[in-house]
């Protein structure tokens, strides 16, 4: 069972970048995915980016070409890079992990969040 703790939120202007950080603990060898979701102000919890236990990487439309997810070689480290941010990335961001295949509609194992906050 792992425990999630993520890192690296903050304020930032229209256009900025921040990279968030998810360190796992408690890693054991087996099958994971890992993802980030997030909470906008008002709105549900929705998905972001993820990565399959295979490696296979997704992103939601609205971020291609300005994030990008990436972990460690022993998927310990989850990154979150963040760039050409927009005031609708405004929200709290979650990472997730499951030993399962996909993480792609959440987990079982979820961090406190950190929050981002996009000043137009």
């Known amino acids: 069972q792992k425990d999630l703790v993520e890192s690296g939120g903050g304020s930032v202007e229209s256009g900025g970048s921040l990279t968030l950080s998810c360190s796992a603990s408690g890693y054991t060898d087996t099958d994971y995915c890992m993802g980030w979701f997030r909470e906008p102000p008002g709105k549900e919890r929705e998905p972001v980016a993820a990565?399959?236990?295979?490696?296979?990487?997704s992103y939601v439309d609205s971020v291609k070409g300005r994030f990008s997810i990436s972990q460690d070689n022993a998927k310990k480290t989850l990154f979150l890079q963040m760039n050409k941010l927009k005031p609708e990335d405004t929200a709290i961001y979650y990472c997730?992990?499951?030993?399962?295949?996909?993480?792609?509609?959440?987990?079982?194992?979820w961090g406190p969040g950190t929050q981002v906050t996009v000043s137009s």
């Open positions: 990565i399959d236990s295979d490696g296979t990487i």
């Open positions: 997730v992990t499951d030993e399962a295949a996909y993480c792609r509609e959440g987990g079982t194992q």
